[in-house]
DNA sequence: CTAAAATGAATGGCGATTCATTCATTAAAT
DNA sequence: ATTTAATGAATGAATCGCCATTCATTTTAG
């Protein structure tokens, strides 16, 4: 009748699957991946709790089983994206001990992370900035632990030798965060579709020559 | 009684002293102005439009008749900035003929701007990114032509031999600009209160001449 | 059969927008 | 000059639709 149907008796198969405590970390991701979907296609306002169920094939009510409110679904989208980046970000650099290689780095997997999911992308570019309010929480929180590493491996690279020393570590860190952060909402901006990833290559070479002529 | 009296008292005095014309754009800005301040401390969605009212002193009613809604509100604060960056933008350029001084004095004209304005500021960073329906509106529109004005100045740069030619003129401009809006971005989230202008130099400086060592 | 999970209709509050009314100002009439 | 009428800007209480959240009922699982 009103098209749900398959949806939600697919929904009822993968739960009888799993065991208890896996059916419950399944719906809780089927409901942020359900809300990253709405939430990129219209924004978290004027998005409805209903659309959300919707696109997860819940009903509206169950949504609250499993977070307390609409706010607290766009929080954990983002204490999710910002946990993974971080943590698979410090697997990654492990051995890898010279700084402008670890920049390099860093700066790929940035690109490679939110280029492999345009709506995860979306969300975290527009959303993330969308309110002072959640800045705020995220600047003090993921987002200044996520700056503070790009910070901290510039210093390193001074130490090593490798970076120029008259150049303020915050400010540079800022250039190169604010570079990446420009392609990333440049390409879920665009209409044309390429790769994000590539991109890390132009701006690690600017960043490290410069544009002038020598 | 309700403590509206002297503010309502003063609206009617000023009006009775202009011309109509000037009395209208008058109280068009003071409702904007109110609007950059309400938006700035609680996001768009989040404010009223009997808060905007409130701040300016009239009636919510009174907004409805120089706005046609909430929504064209928050777009005339962006049409009127984009227009005064452009604008103030080309006057100053008028006498510069190198690129890289040209690129330089954009980057202070940038930041003198917003940072002589927090308010401004916040709704220009966090208001603008907060939909993708402002950003796509935006991104054809003003932001598309300060973008190109930036790429044009940087191929000027490679014809004039300053800049290096074997890089990316749009993927450079993004970079310049990604720096610079950061910077912004940085400023109204952090705490701290330092001047936002002088930053201007440091992003030349690496920018131009890069972060490795020589 | 019992407990847990899911449902979705109903609720309640909020806030953008409207519009009947007020009132200062200006124009017209005497 | 004084009174009267017309104007339209401004008001703010009332409306109306929307949507987050709740909860009585139903379905599923063990």
Redesign the interface.
């Known amino acids: 009748m009103n098209g749900d149907s398959f949806i939600k008796y697919m929904a009822r198969q993968s739960r009888s699957n799993n065991s208890t405590r896996a059916a419950v970390a399944d719906k809780r991701e089927a409901i942020l991946r359900a809300a990253i979907t709405v939430f ?1 296609r219209n ?1 978290y ?2 998005s409805k709790v209903s659309d959300i169920a919707g696109e997860a094939g819940i009903a509206d009510g169950t949504v609250y089983l499993y977070f307390k409110s609409k706010e607290e679904v766009l929080h954990s989208v983002f204490d999710r994206l910002m946990e993974e980046m971080i943590s698979e970000g410090e697997k990654e650099l492990e051995g890898i001990i010279d700084a ?1 290689k670890r920049l390099r780095r860093i700066a790929q997997l940035h690109l490679e992370k939110l280029g492999s999911d345009r709506n995860l992308a ?1 969300v975290a ?3 993330l ?5 959640f ?2 929480e995220f ?1 003090a929180a993921g987002f200044g632990q996520y700056l503070d590493i790009i910070r901290q491996t ?1 210093i390193e ?1 001074q130490k090593q ?5 008259d ?2 570590a915050t ?2 860190a ?2 190169f ?7 990333v ?2 390409w ?2 665009s209409k044309k579709s390429y790769a994000l990833a590539p ?1 890390a290559d ?2 690690m ?9 020598k």
């Open positions: 990129a924004g306002f004027n402008d979306i570019q527009v959303e900035r969308g309110s002072t309010k800045m705020e600047s510039f690279g030798g490798v970076f120029r020393q150049l303020n400010v540079c800022k250039i965060y604010g570079a990446l952060d420009e392609m909402t440049n879920i901006l991109m132009t701006v070479e600017v960043f490290f020559g410069g544009v002038l002529k």
